[in-house]
């Protein structure tokens, strides 16, 4: 079975950094695409990235680039998602998904994290 | 950027209506346009890929048609379990773009 199971929730104070993860089971992790989407409370869907594992090569939407980075360990099967500062406005649900490679679909998705940024 | 503009934003419907969203692309996506349904403190999921593929585990009431800039889910027979928030997304260029989402709500 196909598995993308992401760690939990997180409640930070602003400044802080934070790296949440998402790893892959039941399936060949290298041929898939990893990619992060934000939702923020009551609100729609919003790509920010996504990673090859094989060369972990990233693609950011330029709404998120230089404000997260995207990496991966293939070894493990994990992909991650971090801030070096966190502020008030990262607070969202986080999700994984996976996709075979460009022009496809994202097929599996993670349970999502919760990420909460208050002081 | 591509941008993905759905409508109607939301609507009500009674189960077994018919219930047809469109989606429209700033610029033309092919036929790389997914359709994904979310109901309320869940993972999206996909339901249409390719414009018109259904997901395997699909029911078969849900189509998908369109290509270039203009592309339609339909639900052929709303079921209760339906009711939730549908979004389209191109995968055809980077960045990857959603629709704003479509609630369809019971009336």
Same mark, same amino acid.
């Given at each position: 079975?196909?598995?993308?199971?992401?760690?939990?929730?997180?409640?930070?104070?602003?400044?802080?950094?934070?790296?949440? +993860?998402?790893? &892959?089971? =039941?399936?060949?992790?290298?041929?898939?695409?990893?990619?992060?989407?934000?939702?923020?409370?009551?609100? &729609?869907?919003?790509?920010? =990235?996504?990673?090859?594992?094989?060369?972990?090569?990233?693609?950011?939407?330029?709404?998120?680039?230089?404000?997260?980075?995207?990496?991966?360990?293939?070894?493990?099967?994990?992909?991650?998602?971090?801030?070096?500062?966190?502020?008030? +406005?990262?607070?969202?649900?986080?999700?994984?998904?996976?996709?075979? =490679?460009?022009?496809?679909?994202?097929?599996?998705? &993670?349970? =999502?994290?919760?990420?909460?940024?208050?002081? | 950027?591509?941008?993905?503009?759905?409508?109607?934003?939301?609507?009500?419907?009674?189960?077994?209506?018919?219930?047809?969203?469109?989606?429209?692309?700033?610029?033309?996506?092919?036929?790389?346009?997914?359709?994904?349904?979310?109901?309320?403190?869940?993972?999206?999921?996909?339901? $249409?890929?390719?414009?018109?593929?259904?997901?395997?585990?699909?029911?078969?009431?849900?189509?998908? @048609?369109? @290509?270039?800039?203009?592309?339609?889910?339909? $639900?052929?027979?709303?079921?209760?379990?339906?009711?939730?928030?549908?979004?389209?997304?191109?995968?055809?260029?980077?960045?990857?773009?959603?629709?704003?989402?479509?609630?369809?709500?019971?009336?």
């Amino acid at each position: 079975e196909v598995q993308l199971v992401q760690s939990g929730a997180e409640v930070k104070k602003p400044g802080e950094s934070l790296r949440i +993860s998402c790893k &892959g089971s =039941g399936y060949s992790f290298t041929n898939y695409w990893i990619n992060w989407v934000r939702q923020m409370p009551g609100k &729609g869907l919003e790509w920010m =990235g996504r990673i090859d594992p094989t060369d972990s090569h990233i693609n950011y939407s330029p709404s998120f680039q230089g404000h997260v980075t995207i990496s991966v360990e293939k070894s493990i099967t994990t992909a991650y998602l971090q801030w070096s500062s966190l502020k008030p +406005s990262d607070t969202a649900m986080y999700y994984c998904a996976r996709q075979p =490679g460009n022009w496809n679909p994202l097929d599996n998705w &993670g349970q =999502g994290t919760l990420v909460t940024v208050s002081s | 950027d591509i941008q993905m503009t759905q409508s109607p934003s939301s609507l009500s419907a009674s189960v077994g209506d018919r219930v047809t969203i469109t989606c429209r692309a700033s610029q033309s996506v092919s036929s790389s346009l997914n359709w994904y349904q979310q109901k309320p403190g869940k993972a999206p999921q996909l339901l $249409i890929y390719a414009a018109s593929s259904l997901q395997s585990g699909v029911p078969s009431r849900f189509s998908g @048609s369109g @290509s270039g800039t203009e592309f339609t889910l339909t $639900i052929s027979s709303l079921q209760p379990e339906d009711f939730a928030t549908f979004y389209c997304q191109q995968s055809y260029d980077f960045p990857w773009t959603f629709g704003q989402g479509t609630k369809v709500e019971m009336k």
